[in-house]
């Protein structure tokens, strides 16, 4: 305790005794000394009352000397005074603190109070009088002067200090006081004449509508129209008065809705929607859409929906500019309304006027031109050009405006840095479509020509065979390989250009110098359709020397089987032949020339050996599956067993791995003869193996006794049940050439 720290407790059990909190507040409140109380004392006749007078008297004289400035202390003098019914004393001492702060509010009350409550009226009024008159701002004494008046019914009297009051131009309450005094003894016409006056001093929207309300609310309903009119003259026709005016015109409509004349309130929201900004009238538009839910048919109210909607783009645009998906809304809205005013039968300037809107639309969308250089950024706002000109085309038939639009737009887009070819392709058939042929070849051979692109080359090809121009198409392919040789496509629609005109010399040209191509984007396209287009020929020989071809170069897996099923399909007659019978008979169908299973088998033998030395062992089975499919359709059972014998099994193999020094185990495929040729002891191991697992199996079915001879060259495949039951048989038979048996 001695360095001020804390004592160390050594015993922290708890006490045998326990104190509750209870028992802590009662013996603190009963160990409370008693608080001091002066002595009551008893004046037994006026002697002693005058000592007892004159002894508090000294006391307070002394207190107002010490602390003359404190208000407290006089109050408590006068109102000891007035308890005394001392009533000349306690004014004397109100006075006297009026000379010290003649401005205390609280003073004045308490001196009132005092008056009244000695029936002292006259005085109160004096008081009151001399209050208002040195602090004419304190709001208070003016209702407690009034109140007295009216409470005393001197109507005339409470008037006469409501009309000193309003001189002072107060806050609204006090002229709504003055309002309600005269509608509490049914003095309308002089309500009235305030609410003018009160207007004259503040005409503020509020107060144009309060008064409305009340001509309302006593039947006078073209003082009431008089009013709110009158109103509206006063704002005028300036954005910034009549958007502070929106209170008065929501107010005139609603009367008008409740006097049931509501072809009035309709026109006044049209008025007062049609002079304010759209973004800075949402509650009344608010208001207007709920008046035509109730009251509206359905076209009004689907303009009020328009009206609605276009306030809502407006904020979103203002929050930012370039918000093209804004933008596209906007001008579907707008067009909307259009087509509507159409439907509905419009006159001619309403359609002009919808006609304007939406122009006025796209042009302030254009104008958002994007920031920057990147094409990432032009993508959405390139449509809102494009849309524009349609519907400067199709809705306005403004043919001179929408070709005006494409060529700004076609000027705006910095092609040297990227382009956009269907700018380019739709002002092209734009001119198509007015038949100005030559401008829009002009105008796609400048897309060409400034920035070549292989969506420009589809376009204008496509236009040029559109209008049977083949000579300009052939020129415009050869301009298209030019640009870009290792395009398969451009190759193949070349070719098919070709082919449709029956000029097949030039398609086989064309292919053969396509596939001669040192580099192709998708070379397999170009090599099959060249392929299919033999095959549709006839021509089965040379479709083979091209397979041939194909498999020197690529040795694909799904080239050899494209190549063995394409020996065992049949395929059309030369259309040397198909040429002869069509002249005799149109009607009948083409004859076909069958293929050959044999030549087929062949090739899958070529090709499973070709993958067998490259090491592709899943291209190997995928090879096999479509043989054994091949070879149920259209061959033998010995021939379906042997494909069957040459699929491979899965294993495990154990080895070590050479990173960690860990032996592990790995899934495999094996086949038959690979294992025959790498492993000849443990091959027959595994033969073994797989032949007493079919023989268990087949026990396992009550089949009875199955023996090796079902054995084929390679392994036999077990079922999947006996595949899961036998699998660790297996393992220990196979674990001796360092795998087993195990099916997956």
Not at 40 to 57: C, I, S, T
Not at 223 to 250: H, N
Not at 390 to 395: G, Q
Not at 538 to 558: Q, W
Request: charged share 35%.
């Amino acid at each position: 305790m001695q360095d001020g720290r804390a004592p160390r407790i050594k015993n922290r059990a708890p006490a045998a005794i326990q104190i509750t909190a209870e028992q802590l507040l009662r013996e603190a409140q009963e160990r409370q000394e008693s608080q001091f109380r002066a002595p009551r004392q008893r004046v037994e006749d006026f002697e002693e009352l005058h000592e007892y007078r004159g002894r508090k008297r000294k006391e307070f004289e002394e207190r107002i000397r010490r602390t003359r400035g404190s208000i407290k202390e006089w109050l408590q003098y006068a109102n000891w005074e007035a308890s005394q019914n001392e009533f000349a004393r306690s004014r004397s001492v109100f006075e006297r603190a009026l000379d010290v702060d003649p401005r205390s509010v609280q003073l004045w009350l308490s001196y009132t109070e005092m008056e009244l409550k000695s029936r002292n009226v006259q005085h109160a009024r004096n008081l009151f009088d001399r209050a208002v008159t040195l602090l004419p701002r304190v709001d208070q004494l003016w209702y407690m002067y009034v109140f007295l008046e009216e409470l005393l019914q001197n109507v005339p009297g409470a008037r006469q200090v409501f009309e000193r009051w309003m001189k002072w131009e107060p806050d609204d309450k006090a002229w709504q006081a003055y309002i309600k005094l005269e509608q509490r003894y049914n003095e309308f016409d002089r309500a009235s004449t305030i609410y003018e006056r009160w207007i004259a001093v503040r005409p503020e929207p509020r107060v144009w509508v309060k008064w409305g309300k009340f001509e309302e609310e006593r039947g006078k309903l073209d003082k009431a129209r008089e009013v709110f009119q009158t109103a509206l003259e006063f704002f005028g026709d300036d954005e910034e008065q009549i958007e502070k005016a929106q209170a008065v015109f929501g107010a005139f409509a609603k009367m008008e809705m409740r006097l049931k004349e509501y072809e009035r309130a309709r026109v006044i929201y049209k008025f007062a929607l049609s002079r304010i900004p759209r973004s800075k009238s949402s509650g009344l538009y608010a208001s207007y859409t709920k008046f035509e839910k109730q009251h509206g048919t359905r076209n009004t109210l689907e303009n009020t929906v328009l009206g609605k909607r276009r306030i809502q783009y407006e904020d979103e645009l203002s929050q930012d500019g370039r918000n093209y998906d804004v933008w596209f809304d906007y001008s579907r809205l707008e067009e909307g309304a259009l087509r509507d005013l159409r439907d509905e039968g419009a006159t001619p300037e309403e359609e002009e006027a919808a006609f304007a809107r939406v122009r006025e639309v796209y042009e302030r969308a254009v104008a958002q031109v994007p920031p920057g250089g990147e094409k990432r950024h032009w993508r959405r706002y390139i449509f809102l050009w494009l849309n524009y000109a349609l519907f400067e085309e199709i809705e306005t038939k403004d043919y001179a405006r929408a070709r005006q639009i494409y060529q700004t737009a076609v000027n705006l887009v910095p092609h040297k840095q990227f382009t956009f070819a269907k700018l380019w392709v739709m002002f092209a058939k734009f001119e198509v479509r007015r038949l100005e042929i030559a401008a829009a070849r002009k105008i796609l051979g400048t897309a060409i020509g400034m920035c070549p692109k292989e969506a420009l080359f589809k376009g204008y090809i496509e236009l040029e065979i559109e209008l049977r121009e083949f000579d300009r198409a052939r020129t415009l392919y050869e301009k298209y390989i030019e640009f870009d040789a290792a395009n398969s496509p451009a190759w193949i629609k070349f070719a098919e250009l070709e082919s449709q005109l029956q000029d097949f010399e030039r398609t086989r040209a064309i292919f053969e110098l396509g596939i001669s191509q040192p580099s192709l984007s998708m070379p397999e396209l170009l090599w099959k359709a060249y392929i299919d287009f033999e095959i549709e020929e006839g021509e089965r020989e040379t479709a083979r020397s091209l397979y041939e071809r194909l498999v020197s170069l690529s040795g694909h897996v799904k080239v050899w089987i494209a190549y063995a099923l394409f020996e065992a399909e049949p395929i059309p007659v030369p259309r040397a032949e198909r040429e002869d019978e069509d002249d005799e008979d149109e009607e009948a169908e083409v004859r076909t020339v069958p293929g050959d299973p044999t030549r087929a088998r062949v090739v899958f033998e070529r090709a499973y050996k070709d993958l067998k030395s490259k090491g592709l062992k899943s291209e190997r089975v995928a090879l096999l599956s479509v043989w054994k499919n091949l070879e149920q359709m259209h061959g033998t059972e010995a021939d379906v067993a042997k494909v069957d014998g040459m699929m491979p099994i899965s294993t495990k193999r154990r080895h070590v791995d050479p990173e960690t020094g860990e032996t592990v185990e790995d899934w495999d495929i094996v086949f038959a003869d690979d294992e025959r040729e790498a492993n000849p002891t443990s091959f027959k191991f595994l033969k073994m193996a797989h032949a007493w697992k079919q023989s268990q199996a087949a026990k396992d079915l009550g089949i009875g006794g199955g023996s090796g001879s079902n054995v084929l060259s390679g392994f036999t495949a077990a079922s999947t049940k006996s595949r899961d039951h036998d699998a660790d048989a297996s393992s220990e038979v196979a674990s001796s050439h360092g795998g087993d048996g195990d099916d997956r």
